[in-house]
């Protein structure tokens, strides 16, 4: 007669998966709200917007350098700043004058970031005061030990490592005790690089090898891992 041997069961495999983590990360655009939302929608009306009145080009060649600059450098931002010398702050402050009046508060979101142990912060390619009123909006406010934006790694986007490092340099983030989540799937390379657990958060997955987990829920993800 056979023995059987046990299996851990798929939630628990992801919650020992997760068991020396103690430092969160956390995206925010269509990370921490889903992106159904669309808020991402209208940043980029505003963006090209703004790339219109920067640079004088028709509204089509600005669409165009819009996903052009964001594709080849990480955001529009940092190819309007390598190709057009542009001032990153008054385009921020811009480019974020959104209307969250449709964003939901999620408790149950909120309980189990709450619930996690340790440090949590969020860290995105917009900008801090931005992801403070999304927070707000998500009712998300006070859950989070620091807030970063693209500010903090001096203008250089994810996916760049040296963005990255910046950011955890200043937050003291030990990055073998880390996990990332994000909706991004490149934004998730340099993390894994440097031993954090990667979480993927959009509604396909991502078949990488960078990427440890892909979720389309991340308050049901969070519930397992308590």
Partial sequence: MKTRIARPKPGLMVKLAFSHVTQWVFDL?????PPQMRLFDQIEVLMTDYVVSAI????????????HYWRQYGTTLAGLMAEHDLDP??????????????????AALADHIRALPGRRIVYTNGSAPYAERVLAARGLSGLFDAIYGVEHAGYRPKPERAAFEAVFAQ?????????????????LAAPHEMG?????????????????????DLTGFLARLR
């Fill in 29 to 33: 655009d269509n990370t921490l709200y």
């Fill in 56 to 67: 004088g080009v028709e509204r089509s060649e600005a669409d165009r350098l819009r996903a």
């Fill in 89 to 106: 702050d008054p385009y921020l402050h811009a480019v974020h004058q959104v209307d969250m009046s449709h964003l939901e508060p999620d």
């Fill in 171 to 187: 937050d003291g983030i030990q990055t073998e005790k880390a996990a990332m989540f994000e909706d991004e799937p490149r934004n």
């Fill in 196 to 216: 954090m657990r990667t979480v993927h958060v959009a509604p396909d997955p991502h078949d990488a090898d960078h990427i440890h987990h892909h979720t389309d």
